[in-house]
């Protein structure tokens, strides 16, 4: 177990320095306290299987970059990286990037993000498979109006709940529409308002 501990640590360690990130961000954004990841770092303890889980969602990877030896001519690189919110349930009359909103971060490059201010959603459900798979981080520029025919992150219900939805436009009429024919359109009139945060940009998914 020792070695497993040993190799967990440096994984951790190349993969902090990589995202330009600190023991003690990380254990702010995935709240956990800042004891337990300081000891998983120093190689003192072992994270559980759903701790291991939740660490490679963190950095992006494969669980086997975190327990697996890494060839010793890998040099730790420090990307810059981008922190985009995560958005959750929507508090009503509250911007929809404040505190209470966000569940967590998504870290990328930023070499490899459009302009603008991003945020993003995880795909719930199929209503866009197999476009946006189930799961999938979809990174999303703010934007109150799109295309018709492109895909956009709309609020719902209240404004409440924020929905991907392929928006089609026809005449001053609204339509949100799934890609996956199984769902229902939504047409947008007074009685069922929506709101467009932005335009969908690409998404991640986790193997």
Request: glycine share 6%.
């Amino acid at each position: 177990m020792d070695s497993l501990k040993q190799t967990l640590a440096r994984n951790l360690k190349y993969q902090l320095n990589k995202k330009g990130r600190t023991q003690t961000m990380m254990a702010r954004d995935l709240n956990i306290p800042e004891m337990t990841v300081s000891n998983w770092v120093q190689g003192k303890t072992y994270p559980r299987p759903e701790k291991l889980q939740l660490l490679a969602q963190y950095f992006a990877i494969p669980i086997s970059e975190l327990t697996d030896q890494l060839p010793s001519n890998v040099a730790s690189i420090s990307a810059q990286t981008v922190a985009i919110p995560i958005l959750g349930t929507i508090s009503c009359g509250d911007p929809i990037t404040a505190e209470e909103n966000i569940k967590g971060y998504y870290y990328e490059s930023q070499d490899t993000l459009p302009s603008g201010h991003l945020i993003c959603l995880e795909a719930s459900g199929e209503s866009m498979y197999p476009t946006i798979p189930d799961g999938s981080i979809v990174v999303i520029r703010e934007q109150p109006e799109v295309e018709s025919g492109e895909i956009a992150a709309v609020l719902v219900n209240g404004e409440t709940e924020a929905t991907l939805k392929r928006v089609k436009k026809q005449g001053d009429t609204l339509i949100l529409v799934p890609d996956n024919p199984s769902y229902d359109p939504i047409v947008v009139n007074e009685k069922n308002p929506a709101k467009i945060i932005g335009k969908a940009i690409k998404y991640t998914m986790q193997l």
